[in-house]
């Protein structure tokens, strides 16, 4: 075929499709150690313990029962509760690669299964899409908001994800564009939603929910200190070597500034203190030599602020100095605490 007929460029992207999907590529499928994977739920979640435990059992009749047709585990709750993150520990704890189908607002049939290709501009859906991006046909695929999708003219996306989640049916999964079915047999489904109500009782029927109710102020400030902070941090380049927030000043952000049943909008704020250090931090340090002396102290702040200044220090370093002359004036500074004052003049000011 030549690149001037037309059809060229639709046919070689169908084409290119067929090659890149996983047709039988997958994941080496390890022994599940049940240990292990109760440690990789505990260290990346904070409580939740009965959740954790129902994963924990479903983890365990897939290893005596591989191929057993288990319902598919849908977690329930309001949003930040940690269901998108539960869903990929169960991926990392299983050694699989994780996909996310996000559903939110799906209303077209064509977003699941797509388009034919018959129509211009024809696109697989998003479960085919998602293969193609992790390259392998064994990943855990989580149906994120599985209740935000709705049904009109164009189709009932339910009905297509009930095929999608049957054991009978998934191992011929039809997509429209690919135009030939697709095993989807050996992917492990999780699924997510705000409220089980909206969804279609027929799906629902295929699933097992577990709610995620919320957690009290002081769940949220253990999850803060333990997890959140430590990961913001990491986010900005800063550690707590930089940076310090208080307990006392989690739990004035949790009181003041957050009204929420999960921990999103808490990590938001813990985020915004962050950035705000970090332009003080930055600001302290006018001068970063590049000299030996700079190389010990291989925090991540400081190799950012090496790559990013590197250009200008260059010409700040008068010509002619001694390297240790100037690696003297490197020195860390005590670490910013984030009191009070901080808190209101970076999320501002709310009157009790
Ligand atoms: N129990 C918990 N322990 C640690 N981190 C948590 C916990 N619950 C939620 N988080 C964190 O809060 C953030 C929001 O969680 P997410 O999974 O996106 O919520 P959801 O999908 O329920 O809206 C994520 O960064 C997640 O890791
Ligand atoms: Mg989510």
Redesign the pocket.
């Known amino acids: 075929m030549q690149p001037q007929q037309p059809g060229y460029s639709s046919s070689r992207a169908y084409l290119e499709l067929l090659s890149d999907l996983p047709w039988q590529k997958a994941s080496k499928e390890h022994e599940l150690d049940l240990r292990a994977a109760q440690e990789r739920l505990d260290n990346?979640?904070?409580?939740?313990v009965k959740v954790k435990q129902r994963i924990i059992e479903y983890l365990a009749v897939r290893k005596l029962k591989p191929d057993a047709r288990g319902p598919v585990l849908c977690?329930v709750?309001?949003?930040?509760?940690?269901?998108?993150?539960?869903a990929s520990s169960i991926a990392a704890a299983l050694d699989r690669k994780f996909v996310r189908i996000s559903l939110g607002g799906v209303k077209d049939e064509a977003d699941i299964r797509g388009h034919r290709r018959t129509y211009i501009g024809s696109m697989p859906g998003r479960l085919i899409d998602g293969l193609k991006k992790v390259a392998v046909c064994n990943p855990v695929m989580l149906l994120?908001e599985i209740d935000k999708t709705g049904s009109d003219v164009r189709g009932d996306p339910a009905s297509a994800l009930l095929e999608v989640l049957d054991p009978e049916q998934n191992k011929t999964f039809n997509d429209h564009y690919l135009n030939v079915p697709f095993d989807l047999s050996k992917v492990i489904f999780v699924a997510?939603a705000n409220r089980a109500q909206p969804i279609p009782p027929p799906l629902l029927d295929r699933m097992e929910v577990i709610e995620?109710p919320g957690?009290t102020p002081e769940e949220k400030l253990k999850?803060a200190m333990?997890?959140?902070i430590p990961?913001v941090l990491d986010q900005h380049g800063l550690s707590s070597e930089f940076l310090q927030i208080p307990k006392a000043m989690v739990q004035l952000v949790i009181q003041r500034y957050t009204r929420e049943a999960?921990?999103?909008s808490l990590?938001r704020n813990l985020a915004a203190l962050a950035r705000a250090a970090a332009v003080r931090v930055a600001e302290q340090e006018q001068v970063v030599p590049l000299s030996k002396g700079v190389e010990g102290l291989s925090t991540p702040l400081l190799e950012n602020r090496l790559v990013d200044s590197a250009e200008v220090e260059m010409e700040v370093i008068p010509m002619g100095v001694n390297n240790s002359d100037i690696s003297n004036t490197f020195r860390i500074t005590s670490p910013l605490v984030v009191d009070e004052a901080m808190v209101e003049k970076v999320l501002g000011v709310i009157s009790v």
């Open positions: 990346d979640h904070y409580g939740l977690f709750g309001p949003p930040g509760v940690g269901k998108t993150s539960l994120d997510t995620l957690y999850i333990r997890h959140l990961r999960g921990v999103r990590e």
